[in-house]
């Protein structure tokens, strides 16, 4: 199993910056896609990016030219860089693992204020 853990979340004004970060543990070589998605109260969960092995990413249309994927594989982390926050991408994010298993992480908040 995979096991992980974020960090990083917290308050910013809009058009501020923040960056995420998850850390993988277990049976990491399972791995292949990680990703960030997020959820808003009242939201249904959303992909925000995700990153395969070989460095592949694609990004949700909302957050495209603001927010960056990147991923360590020697170190097992991934970590978003979210830049020019607004209030909209205000909800908790999760991170995922998908290889062997589909593993999530507990979450972050991240909040936004106008």
């Known amino acids: 199993q995979v096991q992980l853990v974020e960090s990083g979340g917290g308050s910013v004004q809009a058009g501020g910056s923040l960056r995420l970060s998850c850390e993988a543990s277990?049976?990491?070589?399972?791995?292949?896609?990680m990703a960030w998605y997020r959820q808003a109260p009242g939201e249904q969960r959303e992909l925000v990016a995700r990153?395969?092995?070989?460095?592949?990413?694609d990004y949700a249309d909302s957050v495209k030219g603001r927010f960056t994927i990147s991923r360590d594989n020697a170190k097992n982390t991934i970590t978003l860089q979210m830049n020019s926050l607004k209030p909209e991408d205000t909800a908790v994010y999760y991170c995922?693992?998908?290889?062997?298993?589909?593993?999530w992480g507990r979450g972050t908040q991240v909040t936004v204020s106008s």
């Open positions: 995922n693992a998908v290889g062997n298993s589909n593993s």
């Open positions: 277990g049976t990491i070589f399972s791995i292949n896609t």
């Open positions: 990153i395969t092995r070989g460095g592949s990413t």
